[in-house]
């Protein structure tokens, strides 16, 4: 496997490979989510080629920056055992020469759900990716629909800037219990890991939105929102405070919350 740090580097190793490109965009904490991924994008294309860049523009909050937990040396391995080809991994001087002094802006649906808790978030995802599709120029772009709102924000700059990639939406990996994978799950203590897989519960519960934020609150989560958009229930909600908070974020079908059964009469529009 290749590993490339420079800009430069990159673009000379770019201008010689043949064949279609399958890109997996990631902020680096590998976990079998990306797995899924990458070994996708292996096994679509002739190149998998996974980028680990911690992009700091996307934190809205300075501390779960410093405490995302990306390590170098694991994520190259990782990387590697699941069939990429090659790493793309820029320092952030390379990828912000401009200092960020250019930034996509998208409204009215950066603003919304998770953007309206996390000020300028969508506008560094946006503005990374579109950095990075420009560098990397995929056949296909591989996004996990875990961050189902940031997938429809990507699809909409794609289709907005004429970017040829495939946006490829892949299905969300969960644990045994139903937690969805997330790097950040690696945060969580015991009591946290206990309850984090109620709030993939919660949301199968074809209840309204309302009923299943009550849910939430009464089981210790932190509501940010629980919302139906796009045919799915989407809800982020954070457990514990202070240092050891994390949020986490989840999304389902309208269709597995009616397949679910249970109470009737409160199924989400
Ligand atoms: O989903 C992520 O891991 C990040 O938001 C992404 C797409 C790699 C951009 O930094």
Request: hydrophobic residues 45%; contains cysteine.
């Amino acid at each position: 496997m290749k590993v490339l740090r420079g800009i430069d580097e990159w673009r000379r190793f770019r201008a010689t490979s043949t064949g279609s490109l399958g890109f997996v965009p990631t902020l680096g904490g590998l976990h079998e989510g990306h797995a899924a991924l990458i070994q996708r994008a292996a096994a679509e294309n002739d190149l998998a080629v996974v980028s680990l860049f911690l992009n700091p523009t996307q934190f809205d909050d300075p501390g779960d920056l410093a405490s995302y937990p990306a390590s170098l040396g694991d994520d190259l391995a990782y990387a590697e055992a699941q069939g990429a080809g090659a790493v793309l991994a820029p320092n952030r001087e390379a990828i912000y020469a401009d200092g960020f002094r250019f930034k996509v802006e998208e409204s009215p649906l950066s603003r919304e759900l998770c953007g309206a808790h996390r000020p300028g978030h969508f506008s560094g995802v946006l503005t990374v990716v579109l950095k990075l599709l420009n560098l990397v120029k995929p056949d296909r772009a591989y996004f996990g629909e875990k961050d189902y709102q940031q997938l429809e924000l990507i699809r909409g700059m794609a289709q907005a800037f004429f970017i040829e990639a495939e946006i490829v939406a892949c299905p969300t990996v969960r644990d045994a219990d139903g937690l969805a994978l997330s790097s950040r799950n690696a945060r969580l203590d015991a009591a946290g890991r206990a309850l984090a897989p109620r709030l993939r519960e919660a949301l199968s519960v074809p209840a309204s939105d309302g009923r299943v934020a009550d849910t939430l609150a009464g089981l210790g989560f932190e509501v940010d929102y629980v919302a139906t958009r796009f045919g799915r229930r989407l809800a982020a909600a954070s457990i514990g405070n202070g240092e050891a908070r994390v949020r986490l974020i989840d999304n389902i079908p309208l269709a597995q919350v009616r397949a679910s059964g249970g109470e009737s009469g409160e199924v989400p529009a």
